[in-house]
């Protein structure tokens, strides 16, 4: 088998579709890094994927992407009982319905705080500028302390690590020194907080910071930074999700009424969920099989890397017909499996699923209704998105000017200059 790595780099997303397309849709062989890998695809395979006993996630994550992305320690790289402490940990925190609607609630605040500065610019990248709303409503709803100076710095670096995660070079260095900085600013106030026993906050930061792990033990304030890094982080990366919403609002206006009208909490989880199915984000996901398998006739040996198809999932024509046009309505007919929408991964909620799903449609779905209602122009730019880049936002990270919120009764519409 020929090694992929530099055609996955060169082609991103639209890698494995490509070879899942050559194979008739079988299982593709590969290798990647040097290692023996197999991807799978479809909901029966996200079931058999996420099946501890099948897959395991312990050593299967490249150091690059941990040094990066989740940091050493974290959740994501631990299996079995572990896992299963620490991930309730995060369940707890992000799967509350109460919370979830006070950080949705805190990113509405700061959005109509960021519509005074943005109007008074001539232009605003909506990519940096969301970073920084992000960045701030997390913390204040995390309770995590952060000064003002330390603003957009801190979105920059929690940018950062996403962004370099999947290629060497540049972007990969800034990752790693983003990491480095902001575990270097969190790991003291886990240790000063320690020594204020006094303080009765029930806040994200505080739960972190008094969590023990499955030995008993408190987390080493290293490793208590990480797993608040990977509350912050992930919130700020729905970014590109924002982003995204706009450039869909941009492209298909027509969902602009449903979204500002009152009742648009029903049209903004719609919109919101047809955002993550329909732009990309993650490609795949992946771990070691933990013993001698078998799927759909073929052997996978112990050891070998497994990936999950996710952008190809989200856009399989058997799951979701015409996959390629952008339709919120296709999530107003019923709900929809588990197991077929899968933009951040999959399985039970229980097992490696990712906590924040609900945090990111609420989320979304209130970025959206707050571009719904305001007023904006999109100059003429590179809106392109591009499939070879992970991850991929449009080129020109999607400029507007003269925002303002719409008039009282007034359905808002952005007025496009580059239609």
Known sequence: MVDSTLPLLLKGYAWLPDRRRRSGGAPVRTRLLGKKAIALHGPAAVRFFYD???????EALPQPIIDTLFGRGAVHTLDGERHRVRKALFTGLLQDPAAVRELADQVGAELERARAEWSGKGRVVLFDAMARVLTRAVHTWAGVPLDEGELKRTARDLIAMVDG???????????????????????????????????????VFRTVVAHRDA??????????????????????????????????????????????????????WAFAQEV????????????????????????????????????????????????????????????????????????????????????????LATVARFLARSTYEVPEQDLRIPLRRIPTAPRSGFVVSDVAGAPAGHRAEGRDLSA
Do not use: K
């Open 165 to 203: 995660f999947a290629t060497p070079g540049p972007r990969h260095l800034r990752a790693r020194r983003a990491r480095r900085r902001q575990e270097e600013r969190l790991a003291p106030l886990v240790e000063t907080a320690r020594e204020d026993a006094h303080d009765p906050a029930a806040t």
């Open 276 to 363: 993550r199915r329909f732009y990309p984000f993650a490609p795949f996901v992946g771990g070691l099989a933990a013993e001698r398998l078998e799927w759909a006739g073929r052997t996978i040996a112990p050891g070998t890397m497994v990936l999950l198809d996710l952008y190809g999932l989200d856009h399989d024509p058997d799951l979701w017909p015409d996959p390629y046009r952008f339709d919120p309505s296709r999530f107003l007919s019923g709900p929809v499996p588990s197991d077929a929408l899968v933009p951040q991964g999959g399985g039970p909620v229980d097992g490696h699923r990712c906590p924040g799903e609900d945090v990111t449609v609420s989320v």
């Open 52 to 58: 501890e006993q099948h897959i395991h996630r312990h």
């Open 215 to 268: 030995d008993g033990a408190l987390l080493p304030p290293r490793t208590a930074a990480v797993e608040l890094l990977n509350v912050l982080r992930p919130t700020v990366a729905i970014t590109w999700f924002a982003v995204f919403a706009a450039h869909a609002l941009h492209r298909h206006p027509e969902h602009r009424g449903a979204l500002a009208a009152d009742d648009g909490l029903r049209a903004g």
